[in-house]
């Protein structure tokens, strides 16, 4: 081929090697106008992850509650924490009134968070945060706390006896790190128990439940379970290799798909992230930043415990959270 | 054809080793029966690799015939997405499943088309692909799980042939079943072989090089999007995220297998057992309790032994 006719596929060849780093983004037209309508940037970890979307749909929903605020939601498809960076430096060119981010690693956004700080946009972290970074607060939960929370429900279910395995996703996810760490830390103050397996699926469903297939081959009588996080549960039969009699099983995430494992008995409790609220709160801190508050150095928002027993009052919080008509008030934390 | 068979029984050696490892340093139950050497386990380790065999039978017509698919975990992902979404939707089972099918099978040709006719590289054509199938997923979605599905549907995904066999394993021996037949028995079969062998020659000895390759992309496609079928019936939702990554297992299964990615040569069967490997290795890592930091460094490793193992003992002159 002459070197003319060479061009083009060099172009597309060029534009389809750099498709990947495209990202899609979502954007919320304004309420009524009242003056300029705030622009918030909501920047998750990644479009590719369903939990996301529920904050999607607090952010939204709250905004248009309020009223003359636009949402940009911005990703990268899958997690990445370069593009995230990438991301939030168009963001900060681009002189949005406020960005919120979950991020995929701590240190490599830490940069970027603070360069958008001293630009003078109102930033904060939600669901994964940037702790030695100079955003304004995290909203999400305390992940070692809850890691702790996690551990001891399973300590409880097991009457403190007995071999127990643990499943995280992503390996070396900081957030999924320091969630293990607190699990770990509370089995340790159960000296009849014995962390004796950890599997990492990394936040492939398909792949958690074949790696519980195989634990439950090699430990049959395995006292319990605990999930970092719900990849298994989204899917239907996860647990049939599991004699929920004998195996106590505790998870992170109390998403709609997981609520049949709660009514089947196969899970004792799920610990239940606020996700439409990372959206809502997101919205309300930066709201409040804009006005000149100053905002705590951290706001966690607890967590529901979700069980066979209080799943009804769950649901029902979660439809109200849905419904498009019902607006976000206060929901105290469920207990079991 | 006494030399495919000859590569074939070189991974099948591979895994009887394996399954002899692990046979003597598995657990073992209380009335000492193996935990790896049993039916159960076997057919649980035979269902969970079956998405990557079913794909990788698309994938070897596609690196025989000299390409290469990067696509396909996206491409089951859109196939996910769009089976679950049309059921959801109150969609029959065939319905879906074939709007599943028509949605691989036109990514497939439209990276063929690419490829034949836009004389793109196939490495380019199918990342763009990938990026853009998984990408249309999200979107299709909307970033949401899509569960609730019938039983009826998701009674296939979990079900069993006699009791004994999971039907995904089932659909998987046909599809290699198919795939083999097509490979090795069929003009179109010895046609993708010269295509991939040197595909000069194949164009100068006439053959319709332009439409094989539509065709083998096409299929590749359509192998991936039933794997996506059995995907959403084996776990009961659907979620833009299914199959990421799982190009490389594909590809990984598929050189195992013994097929060159120069192209030319390779077999179906050899690819299903590559899942094999891959699928026995993953399960001998977790009934071992083998540490979670050391998993990708012990699957790498293996995969290069495996494939150092059956390249020495088919000396060949070309790479």
């Given at each position: 081929?002459?070197?003319?006719?060479?061009?083009?596929?060099i172009?597309?060849?060029?534009a389809?090697?750099?498709a990947?780093?495209?990202?899609?983004?979502?954007?919320?037209?304004?309420?009524?106008?009242?003056?300029?309508?705030?622009?918030?940037?909501?920047?998750?970890?990644?479009?590719?992850n369903?939990v996301?979307?529920?904050?999607?749909v607090?952010?939204?929903?709250?905004a248009?509650?309020?009223?003359?605020?636009?949402?940009?939601?911005?990703?990268?498809q899958?997690?990445d924490?370069?593009?995230?960076?990438?991301?939030?430096?168009?963001?900060?060119?681009?002189?949005?009134d406020?960005?919120?981010?979950?991020?995929?690693?701590p240190?490599?956004l830490r940069?970027?968070i603070?360069?958008?700080?001293?630009?003078?946009?109102?930033?904060?972290?939600?669901?994964?945060?940037?702790?030695?970074?100079?955003?304004?607060?995290?909203?999400g939960?305390n992940?070692?706390?809850?890691?702790?929370?996690l551990g001891?429900?399973?300590?409880?279910?097991?009457?403190g006896?007995g071999e127990?395995?643990?499943?995280?996703?992503m390996?070396?996810?900081?957030?999924?790190e320091?969630r293990?760490e607190?699990?770990?830390?509370?089995l340790?103050?159960?000296?009849?128990m014995?962390l004796?397996?950890?599997?990492?699926c990394?936040?492939?469903?398909?792949k958690?439940?074949?790696?519980?297939?195989?634990?439950m081959?090699?430990?049959?009588?395995l006292?319990?379970?605990?999930?970092?996080g719900?990849?298994?549960?989204?899917?239907?039969?996860?647990?049939?290799?599991?004699?929920?009699?004998?195996?106590?099983?505790v998870?992170?995430d109390?998403?709609?798909?997981?609520?049949?494992?709660?009514?089947?008995?196969?899970v004792?409790?799920?610990?239940?992230?606020r996700v439409?609220?990372?959206?809502v709160?997101?919205?309300?801190?930066?709201?409040?930043?804009?006005?000149?508050?100053r905002?705590?150095?951290?706001?966690?928002?607890g967590?529901?415990?979700?069980?066979?027993?209080?799943?009804?009052?769950?649901?029902?919080?979660?439809?109200?959270?849905?419904?498009?008509?019902?607006?976000?008030?206060r929901?105290?934390?469920?207990?079991? | 054809?006494?030399?495919?068979?000859?590569?074939?029984?070189?991974?099948?050696?591979v895994?009887?080793?394996m399954?002899?490892?692990?046979?003597a340093?598995?657990?073992?139950?209380?009335?000492?029966?193996?935990?790896?050497?049993?039916?159960?386990n076997l057919?649980?380790?035979?269902?969970?690799?079956?998405?990557?065999?079913?794909?990788?039978v698309?994938?070897?017509?596609v690196?025989?015939?000299?390409?290469i698919?990067?696509?396909v975990?996206?491409?089951l992902?859109?196939?996910?997405?769009?089976?679950?979404?049309?059921?959801?939707?109150?969609?029959?089972?065939?319905?879906?499943?074939t709007?599943?099918?028509?949605v691989?099978?036109?990514?497939g040709?439209v990276?063929?088309?690419?490829?034949?006719w836009?004389?793109l590289?196939?490495?380019?054509?199918?990342?763009?692909?990938l990026?853009?199938a998984?990408?249309?997923g999200?979107?299709?979605?909307?970033g949401?799980?899509?569960?609730?599905l019938?039983?009826?549907?998701?009674?296939f995904?979990?079900?069993?042939?006699?009791?004994?066999?999971?039907l995904?394993?089932?659909?998987?021996?046909?599809a290699?079943?198919?795939?083999?037949?097509?490979?090795?028995?069929?003009?179109?079969?010895?046609?993708?072989?010269?295509?991939?062998g040197?595909?000069?020659?194949?164009?100068?000895?006439?053959l319709?090089?332009?439409?094989?390759k539509?065709a083998?992309?096409?299929?590749?496609?359509l192998?991936?999007g039933?794997?996506?079928l059995?995907?959403v019936?084996r776990?009961?939702?659907?979620?833009?995220?299914?199959g990421?990554?799982?190009?490389?297992?594909?590809?990984?299964?598929?050189?195992?297998?013994?097929?060159?990615?120069?192209?030319?040569?390779?077999?179906?069967?050899?690819?299903?057992?590559?899942a094999?490997?891959?699928g026995?290795?993953?399960?001998g890592?977790?009934?071992?309790?083998?540490?979670?930091?050391?998993?990708?460094?012990?699957?790498?490793?293996?995969?290069?032994?495996a494939?150092?193992g059956?390249?020495?003992?088919?000396?060949r002159?070309?790479?």
């Amino acid at each position: 081929m002459t070197a003319g006719r060479r061009w083009p596929g060099i172009v597309i060849a060029v534009a389809l090697a750099l498709a990947p780093g495209v990202s899609l983004s979502g954007e919320n037209p304004s309420a009524p106008a009242s003056g300029a309508p705030l622009t918030f940037a909501i920047v998750p970890k990644l479009l590719d992850n369903p939990v996301f979307n529920y904050a999607r749909v607090g952010a939204e929903k709250r905004a248009r509650q309020i009223g003359n605020i636009r949402i940009l939601w911005r990703a990268p498809q899958e997690a990445d924490a370069a593009k995230q960076v990438e991301i939030i430096e168009s963001l900060i060119a681009m002189k949005v009134d406020g960005i919120a981010v979950s991020c995929n690693e701590p240190e490599a956004l830490r940069g970027v968070i603070d360069k958008a700080i001293a630009a003078g946009i109102p930033t904060i972290t939600f669901d994964s945060d940037a702790p030695k970074s100079r955003r304004l607060t995290y909203y999400g939960v305390n992940d070692l706390e809850c890691g702790r929370l996690l551990g001891e429900a399973l300590a409880r279910e097991t009457k403190g006896k007995g071999e127990v395995a643990m499943l995280t996703g992503m390996r070396g996810a900081f957030n999924l790190e320091t969630r293990m760490e607190g699990v770990r830390e509370a089995l340790r103050r159960h000296p009849g128990m014995a962390l004796v397996q950890t599997v990492a699926c990394d936040d492939d469903t398909a792949k958690s439940v074949s790696q519980i297939e195989g634990v439950m081959k090699a430990r049959p009588a395995l006292a319990g379970w605990a999930f970092v996080g719900g990849w298994p549960l989204f899917a239907r039969g996860a647990l049939d290799p599991v004699d929920a009699k004998r195996t106590a099983v505790v998870s992170w995430d109390a998403l709609p798909p997981e609520w049949p494992y709660l009514e089947g008995g196969k899970v004792r409790l799920l610990l239940a992230q606020r996700v439409f609220h990372w959206g809502v709160e997101s919205v309300n801190l930066l709201v409040a930043a804009a006005k000149g508050v100053r905002l705590p150095r951290n706001s966690y928002s607890g967590v529901d415990l979700v069980t066979p027993g209080n799943l009804a009052a769950y649901r029902r919080m979660w439809t109200r959270w849905e419904d498009p008509a019902i607006p976000f008030g206060r929901d105290p934390l469920l207990k079991p | 054809m006494r030399a495919l068979r000859f590569r074939e029984t070189g991974i099948v050696v591979v895994l009887v080793v394996m399954g002899a490892v692990l046979w003597a340093v598995a657990p073992r139950t209380a009335a000492g029966e193996s935990t790896f050497l049993n039916r159960e386990n076997l057919m649980q380790v035979a269902r969970a690799f079956s998405f990557i065999g079913i794909a990788s039978v698309g994938a070897t017509l596609v690196i025989v015939s000299g390409g290469i698919d990067l696509s396909v975990g996206s491409v089951l992902g859109l196939t996910v997405v769009t089976t679950a979404m049309a059921l959801s939707a109150g969609w029959g089972i065939v319905a879906a499943s074939t709007a599943g099918l028509i949605v691989s099978g036109a990514c497939g040709l439209v990276s063929g088309a690419l490829v034949a006719w836009g004389r793109l590289p196939p490495f380019i054509v199918t990342l763009g692909m990938l990026s853009i199938a998984r990408g249309a997923g999200y979107w299709l979605s909307g970033g949401r799980m899509v569960s609730g599905l019938p039983d009826s549907f998701v009674a296939f995904g979990q079900g069993f042939l006699a009791s004994v066999v999971p039907l995904p394993v089932v659909v998987m021996l046909l599809a290699m079943l198919a795939g083999a037949v097509a490979l090795r028995r069929t003009v179109f079969g010895r046609a993708v072989h010269a295509l991939g062998g040197n595909e000069a020659a194949a164009v100068l000895s006439g053959l319709p090089v332009a439409r094989l390759k539509l065709a083998v992309y096409g299929l590749g496609g359509l192998f991936s999007g039933l794997a996506g079928l059995i995907y959403v019936a084996r776990f009961g939702y659907g979620s833009s995220t299914a199959g990421v990554g799982w190009e490389l297992q594909v590809i990984s299964a598929v050189v195992i297998g013994g097929t060159s990615l120069a192209g030319g040569d390779g077999t179906v069967v050899g690819s299903v057992l590559g899942a094999a490997v891959i699928g026995v290795l993953t399960n001998g890592l977790t009934l071992l309790s083998v540490p979670e930091e050391y998993n990708q460094l012990v699957v790498g490793c293996v995969i290069v032994m495996a494939v150092l193992g059956d390249r020495l003992r088919m000396p060949r002159s070309l790479a």
